[in-house]
């Protein structure tokens, strides 16, 4: 586990110029949704004020775009074995806006019941479940990893439902 960073004793003092370093440095890692990096850059003691005009400057050019953050973010997450109500429920906890969720989300187009599939045989190989028990073991381990029960369905192949 990582140690907290101590804020710089001159983040407090420091200029929008310092912020934007800090900011650009930061996304050359990775890209970040705009809370997010408003959060990171505020850990690092720079002025709220100050984060603020940096991230709106930086999403005025494009050099942060929320859209961008969320295809990367779902692609990403689905390569993972993740389904869409996990990978919703993410990028609320990284302050997106619905609305950007929902139009990333479409224009994913992912075929989510093939994911299920996918990472239904990847974990328990590939014959489908044998009895109820082991039905409802890997329909949980699916509901676990954000798929719908529709989804789950599909991935579990024919057979008897099992209450979600």
């Known amino acids: 586990m990582r140690r907290p960073r101590k804020p710089d004793a ?3 003092e420091a200029d929008e110029r310092a912020v934007r370093t800090a900011a650009l440095a930061l996304l050359a890692g990775r890209d970040f949704a705009r809370l997010e990096l408003a959060q990171r850059l505020l850990r690092r003691g720079f002025p709220s004020g100050t984060v603020a005009s940096v ?3 930086l999403s005025a050019q494009r050099l942060l775009s929320e859209t961008r953050f969320v295809e990367q973010f779902i692609r990403q997450h689905a390569g993972r074995g993740h389904g869409p109500v996990r990978i919703r429920m993410e990028l609320r906890e990284r302050g997106v806006s619905d609305t950007d969720i ?3 989300l479409e224009t994913a187009a992912e075929d989510w019941a093939r994911i ?4 239904r045989r990847r974990r328990f190989g590939e014959s489908p479940p044998g009895d109820y028990r082991e039905r409802a073991r890997q329909a949980r381990f699916l509901q676990y990893r954000g798929f719908s029960a529709e989804q789950v369905r599909a991935a579990l192949g024919p057979g008897e439902d099992i209450e979600s």
């Open 55 to 57: 991230v709106e400057g």
């Open 10 to 12: 001159a983040a407090g």
């Open 116 to 119: 299920a599939r996918e990472t």
């Open 102 to 104: 929902e139009a990333g």
